[in-house]
């Protein structure tokens, strides 16, 4: 192999290649990365703030642009279009106990209906708790159940899979699990406390 030809195998990546490669470091990264985080993952002779301009350029107008962040960079939802992450801003509040254990108990014993909800609580269970894990797409109604009064059960959805990135509701931590991180408070069923009211939606 000539001096030429091993000169070759170590030249930078063509401009086109190097803006790919902080596209994707970009896209994979959690957090917002600096020219020297860039420079250090790509191939030596790289230019990573021509590419990042060239990128920049190429992201404007589009639903998602490039932003430096102080001495970062990172892709954010264009300016226009935060009305459309206002939903995902709810979900990720805090939600309280009470929301948290209804939300527990529809996932473990779904189907379920609001009084066996209560009956494992140990508590009354409001009707604007119910409301909000539906209004989030986390739980919705079931079938009625074929007994007096025909009482309509509760089930989690999809969202809810996806949200928490489980497969099936087979993929839940174990109930025991679930008590001994505070989650779910370990009632001895209904009759052990009066029914109260639930807490604040949010915590």
Do not use: C, N
């Not at 009064?149 to 509760?154: A, D």
């Not at 996806?162 to 001994?180: C, N, V």
């Amino acid at each position: 192999m000539s001096d030429g030809d091993l000169d070759r195998l170590f030249d930078a990546p063509e401009p086109a290649e190097q803006e790919r490669m902080v596209e994707a470091l970009l896209f994979a990264a959690a957090e917002p990365m600096t020219l020297r985080m860039l420079a250090e993952r790509m191939p030596a002779g790289s230019d990573p703030k021509a590419a990042l301009e060239r990128l920049a350029a190429r992201y404007v107008g589009r639903g998602v642009e490039l932003r430096r962040i102080g001495e970062a960079w990172a892709f954010r939802t264009a300016p226009d279009l935060g009305f459309l992450m206002r939903r995902d801003l709810v979900e990720h509040r805090k939600l309280s106990r009470a929301a948290i254990e209804t939300l527990a108990i529809v996932a473990y014993h779904q189907p379920v209906t609001r009084a066996e909800i209560e009956e494992i609580r140990g508590v009354a269970v409001s009707k604007g708790t119910l409301d909000l894990l539906i209004s989030l797409d986390w739980v919705r109604l079931g079938r009625r159940r074929q007994s007096p009064g025909r009482p309509v059960t509760y089930v989690t959805t999809d969202a809810f899979l996806d949200h928490f990135g489980l497969e099936s509701a087979r993929d839940l931590p174990g109930l025991r699990d679930l008590r001994e991180a505070g989650l779910l408070a370990d009632h001895a069923g209904g009759g052990a406390e009066p029914p109260r009211g639930d807490d604040d939606l949010f915590g």
